[in-house]
């Protein structure tokens, strides 16, 4: 019997929202990126468009490194710029285990300031239950 495989869902990722008409906002995601659910984000100050937020500054990504929002649906921009919608401001609460981050978070150290960066927007990560 083959074993079914099921893609993660939004009620996998957000585990509660007091209004997603207040913590949810349509940004522009950079191009160069398959961007999954749960993508932690950053803000790029040149442009305003947001990215995978890496472990440090990158050189034309100034900015980026913060972690400021969560993408609450997959969304393909490798050939060109795409939008997304992404919860942006709290109060909010996401699952840990549903986060994905950028290749260069890699460290528990960097994990746990990328949790820090989003409670600080109102974001809390929590372990799921």
Do not use: C
Not at 10 to 23: A, C, R, T, V, W
Not at 64 to 92: C, H, Q, S
Not at 107 to 118: M, V
């Amino acid at each position: 019997m083959p074993t079914l495989t099921m893609a993660p869902t939004l009620g996998d990722l957000l585990k509660y929202e007091l209004n997603g008409n207040y913590s949810r906002e349509t940004v522009t995601l950079k191009s160069g990126t398959n961007y999954a659910l749960g993508s932690v984000l950053g803000q790029i100050t040149a442009t305003g468009k947001y990215r995978l937020s890496p472990a440090a500054q990158v050189v034309g990504d100034e900015g980026a490194e913060t972690a400021v929002a969560v993408l609450t649906e997959a969304v393909d921009a490798t050939a060109a710029d795409k939008t997304g919608l992404v919860v942006a401001r709290g109060p909010a609460i996401v699952s840990k285990a549903a986060l994905v981050f950028d290749a260069s978070v890699d460290q528990p150290a960097e994990k746990t300031a990328k949790h820090a960066q989003l409670a600080a927007a109102g974001i809390v990560p929590r372990d799921p239950a």
